[in-house]
């Protein structure tokens, strides 16, 4: 069973330019969670998916930030006009529907640089 | 959520004990205790967790006081893999994660 898996790794963009980030959830699993990290700090919040909902979005900056996680296919958050601020690891993780383990397993997350 | 309180860094020497501890006054009474580690450029993996029972599993013990207000993750003798990150995470069933700063675990070899 392979993991949650994240593409691209690594992502390089300009000021102003769009990112879109990937990620394919374990199989079997219907709940996705993004996260960011900022270097030397610990990983925030973003948002909390299911297919085809948004269920809380409350981490997520107002502007220039979407997600989405569609029927098929894989979870993308979408970063438009990316300003060097936003260079991070940003972090995604599947669950099975909440219960009382709750485990979140994580991808390896890709690093955005924005020059 | 509740919020914790962690010790900023922490060495251990090689294939000793070592224990991790955790303040968490807040916790609701139905919110799990979760440790999860990230080790260097990956992203953060399951280490262990409970409600208010001690646990033990390959990787760890974790000990919860009788009061739920804190917790201890006990690595029984470390190793170099697991110099890390380690974070100590209330959960509220169906609740999204709230991650700390952690304890970066440098082991001495």
């Known amino acids: 069973n392979a993991g949650v898996m994240q593409n691209p790794r690594h992502l390089v963009r300009r000021r102003g330019q769009e990112a879109r980030l990937r990620c394919s959830p374990m199989k079997g699993h219907s709940h996705v969670y993004w996260y960011r990290q900022l270097p030397e700090e610990g990983l925030k919040f973003m948002v909390y998916?299911?297919?085809?909902?948004?269920?809380?979005e409350s981490g997520m900056p107002k502007e220039r930030f979407s997600a989405e996680f569609p029927k098929e296919g894989p979870s993308i958050l979408r970063i438009q006009q990316v300003v060097r601020g936003d260079s991070a690891a940003y972090f995604c993780a599947s669950s099975p529907p909440p219960g009382a383990y709750n485990e979140q397993f994580f991808g390896p997350g890709t690093r955005l640089t924005v020059l | 959520d509740a919020k914790t309180t962690q010790p900023n860094s922490m060495e251990s020497n090689e294939e000793e004990p070592v224990h991790l501890p955790c303040n968490h006054s807040t916790i609701s009474g139905t919110d799990y205790i979760h440790w999860y580690r990230q080790l260097p450029s990956q992203g953060p993996e399951y280490v262990i967790h409970?409600?208010?029972s001690n646990v033990n599993n390959r990787m760890a013990s974790l000990a919860i006081a009788e009061d739920r207000k804190s917790s201890t993750l006990i690595l029984h003798r470390a190793t170099l893999r697991d110099a890390a990150v380690y974070y100590c995470i209330p959960v509220r069933q169906g609740n999204q994660f709230y991650f700390g700063t952690g304890t970066s675990l440098t082991v001495i070899p």
């Open positions: 998916l299911q297919k085809e909902n948004i269920i809380d």
């Open positions: 409970g409600l208010t």
